[in-house]
């Protein structure tokens, strides 16, 4: 399976961006598909996540801020990313789960939020 992610870049505070990321390649159905950052010196986390049915789970810190949408037809899942905060400069990672376990990750995009 191959992850493409799009739209990472540098942004004031209080902006705004939208991450993409598509599938391809998976003989399987994608159960999950989400967002993980990783700031330098800290552990990945998760960002937010969506199952092929809808629901959704999001980190704390972006509760109110960013929304993540998912298009099962193109298998490619969408985070929106509103007043964006320098605490959320990270590398961005796209993930997905299959229903048979298997996780993939994504080459990783840098998103930058400096004055």
């Known amino acids: 399976v191959q992850l493409q992610a799009f739209g990472g870049g540098l942004v004031q505070p209080g902006g705004s961006l939208i991450l993409s990321c598509a599938a391809s390649g998976s003989r399987f159905s994608i159960r999950i598909m989400g967002w993980y950052r990783q700031a330098p010196g800290k552990q990945r986390e998760l960002v937010a996540r969506?199952?092929?049915?809808?629901?959704?789970n999001y980190a704390d810190s972006v509760k109110g801020r960013f929304t993540i949408s998912r298009d099962n037809a193109e298998n490619t899942v969408y985070l929106q990313m509103n007043n964006l905060k320098p605490e959320d400069t990270a590398v961005y990672y796209c993930y997905t789960k299959t229903i048979v376990g298997a996780d993939y990750w994504g080459q990783g995009t840098l998103v930058t939020v400096s004055s």
């Open positions: 969506i199952t092929s049915g809808g629901p959704t």
